[in-house]
């Protein structure tokens, strides 16, 4: 008996969406400048509407957390990619097709698109509509996730 017969190797388990990195993590990250423009809105009372002129703290704490917001999402979804990427080698032996690095891809594109719609529909009044266009961005990107993986 050869090393190699002895433990046979186990064929990845199939791939399953992350309920962690690939729901509760873009939702929470996108949740919370959203919550915090609405606080400091109600905070400020007014700053929000047309014309409005805003103190400074109020321009420099909604540009800080508009920023932490957007580097928070980068972060993910840079760490959504590599490891997609990961999987994807993993699981195609470090062969994956090019339509699935691309489709790939395209997750991380619709995901970023949900991040700046929630983001700009909560910083400014009247933009509240962005969220419906925000929610099939988001499905988009775990359809994505699914077709990149579909089979594997």
Same mark, same amino acid.
């Given at each position: 008996?050869?090393?190699?017969?002895?433990?046979?190797?186990? !064929?990845?388990?199939?791939?399953?969406?992350?309920? #962690?990195?690939?729901?509760?993590?873009?939702?929470?990250? /996108?949740?919370?400048? /959203?919550?915090?423009?609405?606080?400091?809105?109600?905070?400020?009372?007014?700053?929000?509407? !047309?014309?409005?002129?805003?103190?400074?703290? &109020?321009? &420099?704490?909604?540009?800080?957390?508009?920023?932490?917001?957007?580097?928070?999402?980068?972060?993910?979804?840079?760490?959504?990619?590599?490891?997609?990427?990961?999987?994807?080698?993993?699981?195609?032996?470090?062969?994956? !097709?090019?339509?699935?690095?691309?489709?790939?891809?395209?997750?991380? &594109?619709?995901?970023?698109?949900?991040?700046?719609?929630?983001?700009?529909?909560? /910083? #400014?009044?009247?933009?509240? !509509?962005?969220?419906?266009?925000?929610?099939? /961005?988001? &499905?988009?990107?775990?359809?994505?996730?699914?077709?990149?993986?579909?089979?594997?």
């Amino acid at each position: 008996m050869t090393p190699e017969n002895e433990f046979p190797s186990n !064929p990845p388990e199939a791939f399953r969406l992350s309920t #962690f990195w690939d729901i509760y993590i873009p939702i929470t990250i /996108a949740a919370v400048p /959203a919550g915090m423009f609405t606080l400091l809105g109600l905070v400020t009372n007014g700053p929000d509407k !047309p014309g409005a002129k805003a103190a400074t703290w &109020v321009i &420099v704490t909604m540009i800080a957390l508009q920023t932490l917001g957007i580097i928070a999402m980068a972060f993910v979804i840079l760490m959504r990619f590599e490891i997609g990427l990961q999987q994807l080698s993993l699981r195609t032996n470090d062969n994956p !097709p090019v339509w699935r690095k691309l489709i790939l891809f395209l997750s991380i &594109v619709f995901i970023l698109l949900f991040d700046i719609l929630t983001n700009v529909a909560a /910083a #400014f009044a009247g933009a509240g !509509p962005l969220l419906v266009l925000a929610v099939p /961005a988001f &499905v988009a990107y775990l359809l994505c996730i699914r077709v990149a993986f579909a089979r594997l």
